[in-house]
């Protein structure tokens, strides 16, 4: 169990992980996640795992091929898709989230070798991959600041906030807020 707070009440985040192992040799992860009164408009509830770097390879069944947010997917149908990490990077100007995809099934990183990872949403869930973590991006406030790390950084989620921001247009709408 894990508490989190950026004002020091740690009662804003509750995350509660449940490890099963079942018969099969497969790994079940539970993850609970409480948000405590009086906060909204979170930008992503998830968990971020750093993973080594030979699970390059990277096939996905859900939106796609390119990146999609839940406000944002009209143009993304759901199949089988493949690909690497390093080719879900968007080179925005300014670097930010990026390779995002939404209704995932399951996805699958791995090595050359065949060995890997494979996740499975219950029914579905969301995630992005990609060798910059959000505090790489955010450190950087354009795409020739940013050094690629060796290691996988995927981002599991249950769900993200869509994409509007009012810098540039409306904001999201109320519907794709958390």
Not at 1 to 16: I, N
Not at 100 to 108: A, E
Request: glycine share 12%; proline share 4%.
């Amino acid at each position: 169990v894990h508490s989190a707070s950026g004002r020091g009440q740690w009662e804003d985040f509750t995350h509660t992980q449940r490890y099963t192992l079942l018969p099969s040799g497969s790994l079940q992860v539970e993850n609970r996640v409480k948000i405590g009164a009086g906060l909204s408009d979170i930008p992503r509830v998830g968990v971020t795992m750093l993973l080594v770097s030979d699970l390059e390879n990277l096939a996905w069944y859900g939106r796609g091929p390119w990146e999609n947010y839940a406000d944002r997917k009209a143009s993304a149908a759901v199949g089988l898709y493949g690909g690497t990490v390093s080719e879900q990077y968007v080179p925005y100007i300014m670097p930010q989230e990026h390779g995002h995809k939404v209704d995932v099934r399951w996805l699958r990183l791995s090595a050359d070798d065949g060995s890997g990872l494979l996740v499975k949403g219950q029914p579905t869930l969301e995630f992005n991959a990609s060798h910059f973590s959000d505090g790489d991006l955010y450190a950087c406030t354009h795409t020739f600041e940013l050094t690629p790390r060796a290691e996988v950084v995927l981002n599991l989620d249950a769900a993200m906030r869509g994409l509007g921001t009012g810098s540039c247009g409306p904001d999201t709408l109320e519907a794709y807020r958390i």
